[in-house]
């Protein structure tokens, strides 16, 4: 394997449609499927998200398959997968990616990932998809979709609308209906019909996953010093980038490691992290929270993983994944349910045990700022303790960071 690459604004220089350098993975993810250990599974992963070229679809594409690429928060990954395509969760270009011609194309005052998936989009690095779902989740996923369809043409983007009312009698037929949208193109771009049969073994494949995410949370709220956050994070995010069925048995073996490590529980506090549910802090802050003191025992990180429980896949499993959307207890700020989220933030600390939520949202997220107003006020009325930060993808000097961390800690430590 070679080492962590460092890739620079190489784009730029590249001519039209020549295939950028980047890590390689084989096309069997021999790499993964003979990891030995979680030090190698991070290592591997850290890899993997320092190259834009996206190395797993690569190597996906390369054993014949095809590959949708899907911005966050929530898509129902399982309808991809029931096509034998590879779902893959597009999170922004990273700290690696120069942005140069989306600056041109998007004003200022917007998110990161929304300006380095344009660019990967204009730069060709997201040439080895064969399509594109944008979730209708905020302004500048709508716009994206549109975008989209009008610099990469000949592959097809599909905007999801995803329901706000949950209690209408008519939300699960809407999004049964959506969902049947999405099929039409995605049966367009595989070349097959949509088959129930096989979205029901999609469905055992996902639970198998989900499974082992949720052991992995209760791992990381229940003995926080077992597993740190970056690890926890990369295992988490390996869950959208790899083929399902590597992923999982990865997972269950990182598992039987991390829960049988003997390590000494440090006199860290408990915190909650809210807000990176979309655009993703780089591995550093992660990295800075925990170093000041910080166990995270709570989070909104790579929540596609985690959306609801087990989905049974019943008699008509297009409407069971449509279920299981509008009734995930799950409430975030892309799912607003305005009037829920102060008992929902509530219960979310005390079924945690944290003594102090951290806000980490990215810049100029409309979205999680929003959620910021709503649960502060939650929060002051518990007199629990929070901090607000916000990141963004190139983020490089983190002491002002370290600064406002190590202040919060202190105080809940010595209060
Ligand atoms: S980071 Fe926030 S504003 Fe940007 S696309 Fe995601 S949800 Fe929307």
Redesign the pocket.
């Known amino acids: 394997m070679p080492e962590l690459l460092k890739i620079g604004s190489w784009a730029e220089d590249l001519p039209d449609g020549e295939t950028p350098p980047g890590v390689e993975i084989s096309s069997d993810f021999r790499e993964f499927t003979e990891a030995e250990s979680v030090e190698r599974i991070v290592h591997l992963a850290q890899e993997v998200l320092a190259d834009p070229t996206f190395p797993t679809v690569r190597a996906w594409r390369a054993a014949g398959g095809k590959a949708v690429g899907c911005?966050?928060?929530y898509t129902p990954q399982e309808l991809i997968h029931s096509f034998a395509m590879l779902p893959v969760s597009i999170q922004g270009g990273g700290e690696n990616l120069e942005i140069s011609r989306a600056d041109a194309a998007l004003g200022s005052f917007?998110?990161?990932?929304?300006k380095s998936t344009l660019e990967m989009a204009l730069t060709g690095l997201l040439d080895p998809f064969d399509a594109f779902v944008f979730p209708y989740?905020?302004?500048?996923?709508r716009n994206?979709d549109g975008i989209f369809a009008r610099v990469l043409p000949q592959r097809p983007s599909h905007m999801l609308h995803l329901p706000q009312n949950f209690t209408s009698p008519a939300t699960i037929p809407f999004l049964v209906a959506e969902y049947r949208s999405l099929i039409a193109k995605l049966e367009r771009v595989a070349g097959r019909p949509f088959s129930q049969e096989d979205l029901r073994a999609s469905l055992e494949v996902f639970n198998e996953q989900r499974a082992l995410v949720d052991r992995l949370v209760v791992l990381k709220r229940d003995s926080p010093w077992k597993v740190s956050l970056v690890e926890y994070y990369l295992l988490l995010r390996l869950g959208g980038l790899l083929p399902r069925e590597v992923h999982v048995p990865l997972l269950r073996r990182a598992l039987a490691e991390l829960e049988g490590r003997e390590r000494k529980n440090k006199d860290s506090i408990r915190v909650i992290v809210l807000g990176p549910?979309?655009?993703q802090p780089t591995l550093e802050l992660l990295q800075l929270v925990e170093d000041v003191g910080c166990y995270v025992v709570g989070d909104e990180l790579q929540m596609l993983h985690r959306w609801c429980p087990r989905i049974e896949p019943g008699s008509d499993p297009l409407e069971s994944l449509a279920t299981s959307y509008v009734r995930t207890p799950i409430d975030i700020?892309?799912r607003s349910t305005p009037t829920t989220k102060a008992a929902a933030i509530l219960a979310r600390v005390d079924a945690s045990k944290a003594q102090g939520a951290l806000f980490l949202?990215?810049k100029?997220?409309?979205?999680?700022l929003e959620d910021v107003v709503l649960y502060r006020r939650a929060l002051e009325g518990r007199g629990i303790p929070y901090l607000h930060m916000e990141f963004e993808e190139k983020s490089t000097t983190y002491e002002q960071a370290r600064l406002q961390l190590e202040t919060f800690a202190e105080s809940i430590l010595f209060e």
């Open positions: 911005f966050p928060v917007l998110c990161s990932i929304s989740i905020c302004d500048v996923s994206l549910f979309c655009e700020g892309v949202t990215a100029f997220c409309e979205p999680a």
